[in-house]
């Protein structure tokens, strides 16, 4: 069988996870942007002027996790100079290459409206965001272990929200020996928690419970922690926010009452760089190798 | 405000924990086919002749989890004798008269076409589905605890399906020492189990995992326990098939091969009525208080 | 290598699972007292009129968990009629042919008295304590599912002693999802206990911690549950005793409060003949195999 | 009853913490070397040239973790010059009053042969050492999370040693979903282990289990991760060092193998001073009120 071809344009050691992965799966990789990585094999090409990737022969392009910027730039943090993404590659590609983003962006819905690729945004499938929940989860671990003088073991941690990843940091506190408290409003959420052992609460109670918390996590993308709430908090107690940008924090409030609230965006890329690439590799090479439907 | 008026038409002792706890919230419970359940309290009414039920005033009526058979037949364990639900009773009641059954039924259907009122099958919501996963994995514990003579700790345990069901019981048995294989199609289901810290399987590779396994449990409700899958497995090793009648499992041909193979239907109202009881009661009294939406 | 030979001498299925397990390793055995175990193999050997059992070449003699009772009689549950120790057998083995046994008994001490030989007692190994606390923590787990008619998820379970087997009592049914507390006196196994996320007491705080508990498991060799604390105990809380004969429960008390109390002697073989015998099987093959010192 | 004094002579944040707690249990607290610490209450008082000390009515002097250093230097990070005990506090106490420390040094012995007083050593009980794990672990996962570049889920970490502290660090990584093999010598430790569900081997056995492990934590005060065995570990490998200095690891083979090797001492206080001052408070305390014979 003839070797699949896969062109990865910018990313961070994430994308370079995957092109290991792929190499151990019999994927060539042509690289862009990644100049000041230092690896050599055989079925790794740096590409070097683009002349050497054979793009009408090209059956994937994998973009990074923050996708296609305006401009067509791309972010490439092994890369010398900025990578420009040229509508020329695409253009030269057979019709059913595809491509794989991490989001969707303006810029990309753009190009591939004028040059239609079958296309894939990773982060935004399921598993996914299910696989993505333990990085996540050890990456808030990691700050509350930080930012705290007490021990995970015996505090009171006040996880929000119980979705793909709420349940995962939830599980995680508690396995440490953290007394969890978990807020959702759907019932089968709430129904699942409690079959997990955790104590749930409506988000209508929360000026009440954040008045013990050593912790609390946030995955709600919504104004959760408002002023309101926050007026009845202990000031002692660390807020991390997972919500996407802003978040579920009035922050400006948290930081006028002496609280510490922590933003933390992108944990999976930033903590556990080789196993978030390699839970993106897992479903790429199936989508490649056309494992799956 | 005024007490709410349940009438309870027959059940088994989840009915009569659903009694005692409305009685706890303030509810008045009418009784009918209930005889032999020797309980005396002021809001606890054994209907005698049902001219002492004040049907206009009735706010919701509870069926059994098995709902209204043929001929308005009611299962009624602690009856003197059969319970037949009365159309007349129904047709007295207001039209906000709230119906709640476990299952739906065609007699039921039929009923309420010629009365319309409000409906729950609580069987049927998600929520209910996820705590009943509680009773249903230690009544499958209970069967492997009796049927093998080995430890369920150290066992080699697959468990088809990783849906409400399937996941407790996974993490159940697993918790107890088990090695847990878990076999599921559905990539969420697949990451999730993952993160659990399951290795999972997808149907297609049953024949192979059955070859060494110790027990089996199915939540699958398919026919995947096939002849063909069977012809593979370990003689030693126990069914225990969850899946709604008429199961997952060839059992003509898993008896042929000498295996064990149990079909174990209702397990919560088996194992443990009590909890099964409270469980129906906290949404029942939800509804009933209108807590709920 | 010459094949070592073992003879056992009576049993239940935890002999013949070691019997199985020696053949594995080949070792040669010698059963006496097996007529009803229909297995047969090159090297299991039922010895028949015992003239084909090489006494001077034996290198290791196996007797059941419950040792050499009066009269050198000895437990057979697989003989046909009843098995006597004969003591000239004892009598043509080497000096350094080893007696096992699981207990220590009188008759036996009596007759290494005349016949030394070394002399390993199963049961009183540490390990083998801790081994065992895994099937004991699943019949008591068994015990506990059959005889409530509430979950183990959400029961508050009362654990009485933390050594080995409260130990894994303890955290069987937590893992389970019950609420534990754990009561002990020393200062080491409470900090053990909390460190694995119990709340713990002292005994002298039993009266009180009895008030509202669901299940009491004690594994404790002394009167705990005595009248005055039974006294305070839920007349509804279901006692599990294992501690050995006569229990720590005042168990006539007990009955005419109406409490179910159950003395629970030799779990691992009954709920567990398998792996029982195979925790045996593992320190006597190391034993015979001499891999420990 | 007379409030009891306590004098605190140095530390560091758990010395502050140690203080709260003792006022919280209405314990008079003297503090020599905290001029940095900015804490006022009715009970704390600190001392200022000394003469504001009531020696004569002291019941206790604390000690910080490291003890009586040579020319009875006291470590005090809250101190803003040296700290030297006068041996002239000492000699004015009168002979019940309590000294306690962390660990045991020569100035401390010969001030105590010159003074006799009561004398405990915290850090040398097994309770305090136990419940100290908690911290050791949670510091050892920090280091964990940092120092690699995939998630403590799925990796393969190796724990050496199976006593108080390896015990639980096993688990702890074990509950994030490491796969955990455990190293010890011990047959009841090994059988705890396997019970508690871990792989078990001996020393012996290090070379080959190093070959594929991608943490690996040392809790064995002695060279175990000799020259020797570090041949054979995979280079990716992280070693973090628990036991007291020096270690068990031949860290200048490691460099030179180009393996990151950590030599990590005094978790509890670096990790969670909080949390570790409440653990010695509560002995402290009871200790203090003569809760304990
Ligand atoms: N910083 C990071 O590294 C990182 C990593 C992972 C995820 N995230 C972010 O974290 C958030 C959650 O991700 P997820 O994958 O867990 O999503 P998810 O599975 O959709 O879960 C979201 C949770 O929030 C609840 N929720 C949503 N809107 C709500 C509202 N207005 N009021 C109350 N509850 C509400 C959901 O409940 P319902 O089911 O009732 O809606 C659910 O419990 C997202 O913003 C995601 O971008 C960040
Ligand atoms: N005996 C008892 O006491 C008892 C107690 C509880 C439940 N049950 C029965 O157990 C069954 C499962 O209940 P549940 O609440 O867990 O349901 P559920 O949440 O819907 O889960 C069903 C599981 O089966 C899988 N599945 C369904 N059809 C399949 C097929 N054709 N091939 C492969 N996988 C398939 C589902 O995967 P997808 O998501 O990919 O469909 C899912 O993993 C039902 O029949 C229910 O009536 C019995
Ligand atoms: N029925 C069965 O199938 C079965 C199975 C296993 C064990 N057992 C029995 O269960 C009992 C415990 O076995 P084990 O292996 O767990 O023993 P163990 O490791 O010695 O533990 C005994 C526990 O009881 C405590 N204890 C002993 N005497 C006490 C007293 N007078 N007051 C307060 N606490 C006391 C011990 O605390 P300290 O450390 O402070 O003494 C320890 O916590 C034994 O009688 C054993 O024969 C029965
Ligand atoms: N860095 C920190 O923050 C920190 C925190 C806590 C502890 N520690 C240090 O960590 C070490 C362990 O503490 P611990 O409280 O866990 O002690 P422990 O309970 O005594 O456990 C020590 C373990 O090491 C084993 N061991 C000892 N010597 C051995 C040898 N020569 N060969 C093989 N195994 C051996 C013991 O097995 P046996 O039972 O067979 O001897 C046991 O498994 C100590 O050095 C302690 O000072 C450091």
């Not at 910018?10 to 942007?33: F, S």
């Not at 918390?213 to 002023?227: Q, R």
Request: aromatic share 6%.
């Amino acid at each position: 069988m003839k070797k699949k071809k896969l062109v990865i344009i910018g990313g961070d050691a994430r994308q370079t996870e995957i092109a290991e992965q792929c190499l151990r799966h019999g994927i060539r990789v042509y690289l862009i942007g990644f100049e000041k990585w230092n690896r050599h094999a055989f079925d790794i090409v740096k590409a070097n002027g683009y002349g050497d990737v054979p793009w009408p022969d090209v059956d994937a392009i994998l973009l990074p996790v923050s996708g296609l910027k305006e401009g067509n730039k791309v972010e490439a943090v092994f890369a010398k100079q900025n990578v420009i993404l040229q509508e020329e590659w695409v253009k030269r590609t057979k019709s059913n290459c595809v491509v794989i983003t991490g989001i969707h962006t303006t810029s990309l819905h753009a190009l591939l409206t004028k040059y239609p690729r079958p296309y894939h945004k990773l982060l935004e499938r399921d598993d996914i965001a299910i696989y993505n929940s333990i990085p996540s989860a050890e990456g808030t671990l990691l700050m509350a272990l930080q930012e705290t003088d007490i021990t995970i073991h015996g505090s009171r941690t006040i996880v929000l929200g119980f979705g793909r990843t709420g349940q995962t940091i939830a599980d995680t506190f508690s396995s440490l020996g953290a007394y969890v408290k978990v807020v959702t409003n759907a019932t089968s959420e709430k129904a699942r928690a409690e079959v997990m052992g955790f104590t749930t609460f409506h988000t209508n109670a929360l000026s009440d419970i954040v008045k013990d918390g050593d912790i609390c996590v946030n995955t709600i993308p919504a104004l959760v922690l408002s002023k309101e709430v926050l007026t009845h908090a202990s000031s002692r107690m660390l807020i991390i926010d997972l919500a996407s940008a802003p978040g579920g924090t009035d922050f400006d409030y948290a930081k006028k009452r002496g609280m510490k609230a922590l933003l933390a965006p992108g944990l999976p890329g930033r903590v556990a760089p080789v196993t978030a690439g390699r839970i993106l590799a897992q479903v790429l090479i199936d989508l490649l190798l056309e494992k799956e439907a």
